[in-house]
């Protein structure tokens, strides 16, 4: 057993937390989860001071939020440093609209959606085949709508250097069937999605547009989210190609079809 002498001996060496300057608590919080710096925050007042402290999330922001800021739709507002953190946790919209950026709440990682808009669709400005037009389920002022096509073409792309770095993130295509008038032509048809990442490597997989809008009926409905394929980021040298590309087409059975909505992209961060 210990004894008294040896007690004393280890008391007198233990560390009080609460003797620690608080900008050395605020250093030590920075080498935890943000969920814990949520919850040590309640431990005490000098907690609660370096939980809160902007050196802190200064360390956990990404630096590409400060040239976010600017681009957004409506003027980003904050106090501290924290602040802005969960404020872009919630998203905002970027560049007049057409994009959305947020933070993961859990990791700080990086998340994007591009809007229809900002995707290249084959005949997407002529109105015998698209519609632009707004839906109140919408995440933009504006969607496109598929009104009849035989060759279905949508591409898009993202600069890597966007992103947290070495990060695995997936690509999903956000979706959703019309309903009246009817949607047509997509019953056994196989859709392509493809994702291409800057070193030239492919992935794809071919997606029943029916089943997975039964599905999501079976759960409450709303928006489709179709995973195109998925990457990790890395480290960007000065020679490198940065763009991750994604496709999601039907050139090859060509029949007629209609009724899709097409919402954007998102290119997410995988749960960890």
Known sequence: MENSSERLRRQKHAINMEELPENCISTILSFTTIRDICILSAVSKLFRSAAYDDSLWNKILPQQCYQILPRAVDPVTFSSKRELYFRLCDSILIDKGTKMFWLEPSTAKIGYMLSARELSISWGENQRYWHWGARNDSRFEELAELLLVCWLEVQGQIDSRLLSENTDYRVLFVLKLRVDPPHYGWGDLPIRFSVTTPDGKQLESRQLLMER?????????????????????????NDDNFHIKFCMEEVEKQNRKGGLFIDGVKIEPKAT
Request: positive net charge.
């Open 213 to 237: 809008q039964r599905e999501r009926r079976r759960i409450g409905g709303g928006w489709m989210e179709v995973v195109a394929g998925e990457f990790t980021t890395r480290v960007a040298e």
